[in-house]
């Protein structure tokens, strides 16, 4: 397993999701147009920030997933259960190079 690969490929993606988290934050928190007038369209924006809130919240954990991941490579505990301690599994990492638990673990 090409943990330098994985590495690299992880840092691609907290980039990403950085970028990400930035942008909706920017919607939810500094926008640019002023409230409306129209009450019935006051509901659908409060719903949309709702949503835009759950995606911003999704985004942060899988950020904060991926420091953890970075952190176990670093510490060489990468491929190693933080459960049971057990290998985790090759093709688990490759599915889901942030997961910190074996299958089994995860059940």
């Known amino acids: 397993m090409d943990i330098e690969k994985i590495k690299s490929e992880l840092l691609a993606t907290k980039a990403e999701m950085e970028s990400r988290l930035e ?18 369209e006051q509901v659908k924006q409060m719903e949309n920030d709702g949503l835009v809130m759950a995606l911003e919240a999704e985004g942060l954990e899988e950020v904060a997933q991926i420091n ?34 074996c299958i089994q673990c995860a059940k």
């Open 68 to 101: 953890n991941a970075l952190h176990r490579i670093e510490d060489d505990t990468y491929l190693l259960c933080a459960n049971c301690g057990e290998p985790i599994g090759e093709k688990r990492l490759q599915a889901i190079p942030y997961t910190s638990r």
């Open 23 to 40: 942008r909706t934050h920017k919607h939810i928190y500094q926008k640019d147009e002023p409230v409306s007038a129209n009450f019935n």
